[in-house]
């Protein structure tokens, strides 16, 4: 099905974006909300209807939304054929009424239409990038004897779907008695399970090392560009949102197969790794470390204005100060300082939010940075922060001359450059290292 989405930003949208470009956060949040309460339609946008989808909250008029009435000068110029200026009125002749009813009738249409509006944040920007992966589904390359699987997890807020990546030597495992580590993967805007697993080459690293990979699937119905919903502040939250089903399928993923509970980890790219963060906060004893490419921190943004500040600039710094009781989760971080798409800001921001919980649970700390050349000559900057005995429990990696893309990843797959650092080797010697039976538990 071909899901409608902006080619360009409608005009109110660019003068929201004028607006947070200045920093009038305020005002960009009630131009947006003033155009969907229907004080100034556009015919530039086109709405989308799902009545089994949940409309962005922040943007979405509720029950009390006015209607659009004749006399409202903003009238879309495809009705304005039918009104009548209201100086000068003279007496109503019976086609007079009719098409009044007639507007009356097209403009509350409308104004149905915009309680389910929804905004394609990507395209609504016209985000470089932001749009090859929404029809790739083929297949990857997997090892003989191993299986990759769709399965559909249901839980209260209906189904979901995912693929699963079972390693050839999983029976040998079961009839050993033997536990494998899980990684579950979250992939970006536009992407696919599939897409997503042929771009990281992470099913190749979990045949290497014995592990089962989880891509759980983002539907159109939650999003219209297949983006997790980070920004949404019922899905920052423990036991609300995406984060209760993801979390749920977790578990039920680590029960239903030979999965080790103390070695589950959580990754993703762009608005996966905004949410991978998201998960480690709410849920620091389901996962033992976590991999952030090109994401944002924790509570970057609460609605979409502030989502797209914090993509162009980085969130706020009072927003990024991290909540130090809540059990540190060890992280590795990549960033491109050629990112357009999501600042680099962020990822140092990433990484700063996580040095205060890690900083306040845990003493004797050294840090080291380190600078590191891809075999392609792809240079990166690399800071690490280890405990007395020598274990990474923070990195953070700035990819130099890298753009909005997984680093060492397949061309194969949607944003990806295979140029390097090969983020899907080191994430995985990162995760091996770490156990959620630590002493951060």
């Not at 399965?151 to 079961?174: C, K, M, W």
């Not at 990684?183 to 599939?194: A, D, I, Y």
């Not at 994401?295 to 600039?313: D, I, T």
């Not at 080797?425 to 995760?431: L, P, T």
Request: with cysteine.
């Amino acid at each position: 099905m071909k899901i409608p989405k902006f080619n360009t930003a409608p005009p109110h949208l660019k003068e929201a974006m004028a607006l947070i470009k200045s920093g009038r956060l305020k005002e960009a949040t009630v131009a947006i909300q003033n155009n969907l309460n229907s004080n100034r339609p556009s015919n530039s946008v086109n709405t989308h209807t799902d009545d089994n989808s949940t409309a962005m909250r922040d943007v979405t008029p509720n029950e009390s939304t006015p209607k659009i009435t004749a006399s409202n000068p903003s009238v879309p110029k495809d009705l304005a054929s039918n009104t009548h200026s209201t100086q000068n009125a003279t007496p109503e002749t019976n086609d007079t009424t009719k098409a009044k009813d007639t507007l009356s009738e097209k403009l509350q249409s409308l104004t149905d239409k915009m309680k389910d509006f929804k905004i394609d944040l990507p395209s609504a920007l016209n985000l470089p990038g932001m749009g090859a992966g929404a029809t790739t589904h083929s297949e990857p390359p997997i090892a003989e004897n191993a299986k990759f699987i769709k399965g559909v997890f249901t839980s209260s807020q209906g189904n979901h779907n995912y693929r699963l990546y079972i390693p050839s030597n999983y029976d040998e495992a079961l009839t050993q008695g033997s536990k494998l580590p899980l990684v579950v993967m979250l992939h970006g805007c536009t992407q696919s399970p599939e897409d997503f697993a042929t771009g990281t080459r992470m099913n190749e690293l979990a045949e290497t090392h014995q592990s089962l990979v989880l891509y759980p699937s983002q539907p159109a119905s939650a999003n219209l560009n297949r983006c997790w919903n980070w920004f949404n502040k019922s899905d920052q939250q423990r036991d609300q949102g995406e984060p209760a089903w993801l979390s749920a399928l977790t578990e039920s993923i680590t029960k239903e197969y030979a999965v080790d509970a103390g070695r589950v980890y959580v990754a993703g790219l762009s608005a996966g790794a905004a949410m991978a963060v998201i998960m480690a906060q709410t849920y620091p004893e389901l996962y033992a470390a976590v991999g952030v490419h090109s994401g944002l921190a924790y509570q970057s943004a609460s609605n979409m204005p502030s989502a797209m500040m914090a993509m162009r600039k980085g969130a706020d710094a009072a927003i990024t100060e991290s909540n130090t009781s809540t059990n540190y989760v060890p992280m590795i971080v990549f960033h491109g300082d050629q990112d357009h798409t999501v600042s680099v800001r962020n990822g140092g921001q990433v990484f700063e939010q996580a040095k205060q919980r890690l900083q306040a649970q845990k003493s004797n700390l050294q840090t080291q940075q380190q600078q590191k050349s891809s075999e392609q000559g792809t240079r990166s900057t690399q800071i690490q922060i280890c405990d007395d005995k020598g274990l990474s429990l923070l990195e953070y990696w700035k990819i130099h001359g890298a753009s909005h893309s997984w680093a060492g990843g397949s061309h194969a797959g949607s944003y990806t450059d295979p140029n390097g650092p090969d983020a899907s080797k080191e994430m995985m010697r990162f995760f091996l290292n770490h156990t959620n039976k630590s002493y951060f538990k």
